[in-house]
């Protein structure tokens, strides 16, 4: 059931994606960082995680159909399940305030109540009980005005 959601999601996000962009997530290295920046906004994602193999994960920005200042973020595996565990990451948009945050694991929804994960004013973070584990996908918002020059920070 839940990898139906979370394919739904990642096809949901593909279909609006403003900018999609795959790369390859490699295990075992130091800490990596990709990001995805589409008028003036940056999305990025920086994580450290063990593995067997690299997999093939999509990162999109794309804006809210009902209300055009808002954009969303959307990270993940394309065909799930990800045998990647994560010791550490974070997702933000560059120098914004985030609206909301999730962040699916192999289970279902990780909830930020029981502090696995947090948000912390401009990224989404692990949490003081978060464990190595596999993340299927992350999905933040935040307001940027569209063709906006100034913004406020």
């Not at 055009?68 to 914004?96: E, I, M």
Request: hydrophobic residues 35%; charged residues 20%.
């Amino acid at each position: 059931m839940f990898a139906k959601c979370c394919i739904v999601f990642l096809i949901f996000a593909t279909a609006n994606a403003d900018k999609l962009e795959e790369f390859n997530m490699r295990p075992n290295q130091p800490e990596s960082k990709i990001s995805i920046t589409d008028e003036g906004l940056t999305c990025t994602f920086e994580y450290v995680c063990t593995g067997g193999s690299s997999e093939i994960w999509q990162m999109s920005i794309y804006r809210d159909a009902a209300d055009a200042d808002v954009v969303h973020c959307t990270l993940g595996r394309p065909q799930p399940p990800s045998y990647l565990q994560f010791k550490n990451f974070n997702a933000g948009f560059q120098r914004k305030k985030l609206l909301s945050a999730a962040v699916e694991g192999s289970a279902g929804p990780l909830l930020e109540s029981d502090n696995i994960w947090t948000v912390k004013s401009h990224k989404v973070t692990v949490g003081d009980n978060w464990t190595s584990q596999q993340i299927f996908g992350i999905h933040i918002q935040t307001k940027h005005r569209k063709n906006s020059k100034k913004e406020e920070l």
